[in-house]
């Protein structure tokens, strides 16, 4: 019964992300605003960027935040955005090879880390290893993980774990959400004792606490590239990306804790 109400929950929020995504993108696109689609671990860091932004340009973004598999798919049925920021290479990849982004535009910007966190209150003790008991862990609970297929943290996670031999120990016990914030969320309301999530999300998130970070040679490197789309219009979209790429934006993304690659 709860694995059936968490699908349809799941379900919905996506559907309702792709109404707000479509609404946004027609709101940008009658007011000028820069349209941008962003992996919803990026949420408290592009607030204080398109604040500051704001501020030194007078003009005006409008960030719709998802998984970015969502959002890819978004763009791939014609959703009129500007700029793409992935959690991920995949889902740039995805959009590059249907000539959906401007080539020339794209570039690697952030790197992050994966971590395993539990409600703050949780007496949990892990240590991280090879084969460590995860489902000892979990004591019957769910382990939430963005989706496992599509959204980049859950792509992530499930391959750290399958190297660190666990995976097939704890498959079963999933609640995969509909990206990494909604995971986060499931842990913060003591709805699942144990979470994979960015650790981004989890720096501030209050309801939760890292008790493991996930070793990096155990899943691939957690890149965030960056591109204007191939659709995009908007004069300001250029000057909006170079905002991103600039000395004003980084210590912004590093006070989130994001690692900035240039």
Same mark, same amino acid.
């Given at each position: !019964?709860?694995?059936?109400?968490?699908?349809?929950?799941?379900?919905?929020?996506?559907? !309702?992300?792709?109404?707000?995504?479509?609404?946004?993108?027609?709101?940008?696109? &009658?007011?000028?605003?820069?349209?941008?689609?962003?992996?919803? =671990?990026?949420? %408290?860091?592009?607030?204080?960027?398109?604040?500051?932004?704001?501020?030194?340009?007078?003009?005006?973004?409008?960030?719709?935040?998802? $998984? =970015?598999?969502?959002?890819?798919? &978004?763009?791939? =049925?014609? #959703?009129?955005?500007? @700029?793409?920021? =992935? $959690?991920?290479?995949?889902? !740039?990849?995805?959009?590059? &090879?249907? %000539?959906?982004?401007?080539?020339?535009?794209?570039?690697?910007?952030?790197? %992050? *880390?994966? @971590?395993?966190?539990?409600?703050?209150?949780? #007496?949990?003790?892990?240590?991280?290893?090879?084969?460590?008991?995860?489902?000892?862990?979990?004591?019957?609970?769910?382990?939430? !993980?963005?989706?496992?297929?599509?959204? +980049?943290?859950?792509?992530?996670?499930?391959?750290?774990?399958?190297?660190?031999?666990?995976?097939?120990?704890?498959?079963?016990?999933?609640? /995969?959400? *509909?990206?990494?914030? $909604?995971?986060?969320?499931?842990?913060?309301?003591?709805?699942? +004792?144990?979470?994979?999530?960015?650790?981004?999300?989890?720096?501030? *998130?209050?309801?939760?606490?890292? @008790?493991? @970070?996930?070793?990096?040679?155990?899943?691939?490197?957690?890149?965030? +590239?960056?591109?204007?789309?191939?659709?995009?219009? %908007?004069?300001?979209?250029?000057?909006?990306?170079?905002?991103? *790429?600039?000395?004003? #934006?980084? +210590?912004?993304?590093?006070? /989130?804790?994001?690692?900035?690659?240039?």
């Amino acid at each position: !019964m709860a694995k059936r109400l968490l699908r349809r929950w799941c379900a919905a929020g996506v559907a !309702m992300t792709l109404l707000l995504g479509l609404a946004a993108g027609q709101a940008a696109a &009658q007011g000028g605003d820069v349209l941008v689609f962003a992996a919803a =671990s990026l949420k %408290n860091a592009l607030d204080a960027i398109d604040d500051q932004y704001q501020k030194d340009s007078g003009k005006h973004v409008i960030v719709s935040l998802a $998984a =970015s598999s969502t959002l890819a798919k &978004q763009i791939e =049925s014609g #959703a009129p955005a500007d @700029v793409f920021i =992935s $959690a991920d290479l995949d889902w !740039m990849d995805y959009l590059a &090879q249907r %000539n959906l982004i401007k080539l020339e535009t794209r570039k690697s910007i952030l790197g %992050n *880390e994966l @971590v395993l966190i539990a409600p703050k209150g949780s #007496a949990v003790a892990v240590t991280i290893a090879a084969n460590f008991d995860l489902a000892k862990l979990l004591a019957g609970g769910k382990l939430a !993980m963005a989706d496992t297929s599509a959204v +980049p943290a859950g792509k992530y996670g499930k391959a750290a774990l399958e190297k660190l031999g666990v995976w097939d120990a704890v498959s079963g016990q999933v609640a /995969q959400a *509909e990206n990494v914030r $909604a995971a986060l969320a499931l842990v913060a309301r003591n709805e699942a +004792p144990l979470g994979i999530v960015y650790q981004t999300d989890a720096a501030v *998130e209050p309801g939760v606490k890292i @008790v493991g @970070v996930l070793p990096a040679n155990t899943h691939p490197p957690i890149i965030y +590239p960056i591109a204007l789309l191939a659709g995009s219009k %908007n004069p300001d979209a250029a000057s909006y990306l170079g905002y991103l *790429e600039s000395a004003k #934006a980084r +210590p912004l993304f590093e006070k /989130q804790g994001f690692a900035v690659l240039q």
